[in-house]
């Protein structure tokens, strides 16, 4: 099989290409070939040593992929040779909270992952493609999609008439603002570049703020909001706006604290939260029963995902800078075969 791995070290320099062994599906395993993988800004981090450093090497790097089955081990009754099925991110969680090793079961590290022409993943971890989307499109849901699912879904009870303020134009943000539509939810989107803003209005988006210019964004939702303040805020952005975060939702709002773009760590102001009595809600992706509901809602409403570039496999590393730049609009994907 061909493969990208972590080999040496960290970083981009480290993201080599290597061939192994074919290999064969033990009890309860599938074996996919791959047809795209998708980029997230975790791979990203995963490649550079920033999400684990103790992660051992070599690893195959990204949790996003599809494909189509082409050998099943014993046991084996979920799916059948010539299944289309994407990989679950946490392959050991299925429903309910997660443990450690839920944790411990997730792909591109610590397991490893889709960036390779071939993928083992357990029968309860290989979930069927949507007919309505093409591998490329498959391969972008089951890290962004299902965390924005979970964050508004089932954590958030979204409902129709709230109002969801979403951070940036990249993977979660883009598939937030699908799904808070689909949903009937209105949404407020920040981005630092006024066509993207742009592009997200195109797809539903009710109001864009530009939060390089306009740097107190927090306030602008607010006013709004009537001087209410939002329903929920998918808050990608991390330490550098967390705080406004805080100050755009509405009192008894809920804040899903997601991702990190700006970094993981600093001073939190702890009054706002709960003199507004907010709800502060983590998100780990998200278990199989999310991920079905989600492909439901998709295939009812022929949603598709936002697929920014393809890549070719010989190409992987451009599709990592890329993903770097920030001038990505949704997701990246790197096409395998
Ligand atoms: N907790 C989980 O389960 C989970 C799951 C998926 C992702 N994540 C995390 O969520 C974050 C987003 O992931 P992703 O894959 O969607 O990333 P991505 O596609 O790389 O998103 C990048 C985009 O985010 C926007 N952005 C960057 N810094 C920002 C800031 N300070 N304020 C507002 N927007 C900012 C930019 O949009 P513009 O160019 O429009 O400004 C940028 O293009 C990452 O930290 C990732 O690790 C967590």
């Not at 960290?10 to 192994?20: C, H, N, P, S, T």
């Not at 992660?55 to 009754?77: E, I, R, Y």
């Not at 993928?119 to 965390?147: F, K, N, Q, R, Y």
């Amino acid at each position: 099989m061909r493969v990208y791995e972590i080999r040496g070290g960290f970083g981009l320099d480290k993201l080599v290409y290597a061939e192994r062994p074919d290999p064969e599906p033990g009890p309860m395993q599938v074996r996919v070939r791959v047809k795209a993988t998708s980029l997230n800004y975790r791979d990203l981090m995963m490649v550079e040593g920033r999400y684990n450093p103790r992660q051992k090497l070599p690893l195959v790097p990204n949790s996003d992929g599809a494909g189509v089955v082409d050998a099943v081990g014993p046991g084996v009754t979920r799916v059948k040779v010539g299944d289309r099925v994407m990989g679950l991110f946490a392959q050991a969680w299925l429903a309910g909270e997660p443990s450690r090793q839920v944790q411990g079961s997730t792909l591109g590290g610590p397991q490893d992952g889709a960036l390779a022409d071939t993928m083992l993943l357990h029968e309860d971890g290989a979930i069927p493609t949507p007919a309505h989307l093409t591998d490329e499109e498959a391969s972008t849901l089951p890290c962004a999609a299902v965390t924005a699912w979970s964050a508004l879904v089932t954590q958030g009870g979204i409902k129709a008439g709230d109002t969801v303020l979403l951070q940036g134009t990249g993977g979660v943000s883009i598939f937030a603002l699908q799904i808070a539509r689909m949903m009937g939810a209105r949404v407020i989107l920040t981005s630092s570049r006024d066509d993207k803003l742009e592009r997200a209005r195109a797809l539903g988006a009710h109001e864009g703020i530009n939060y390089v210019t306009t740097p107190d964004w927090d306030k602008t939702a607010r006013t709004l909001t009537g001087g209410t303040g939002v329903d929920h805020v998918v808050e990608v952005g991390g330490a550098g706006t967390f705080e406004k975060s805080l100050r755009a939702v509405r009192l008894g709002g809920t804040v899903s604290v997601i991702g990190v773009l700006s970094g993981g760590a600093g001073a939190m102001a702890l009054t706002p939260i709960l003199m507004g009595n907010l709800r502060v809600q983590g998100v780990f992706v998200g278990h199989r029963q999310s991920f079905e509901a989600l492909n439901r809602a998709l295939t009812l409403h022929g949603v598709r995902p936002v697929v920014d570039r393809v890549f070719p496999f010989a190409e992987t590393r451009a599709a990592f800078e890329h993903l770097k730049s920030g001038a990505h609009f949704g997701k990246v994907v790197i096409r395998v075969e």
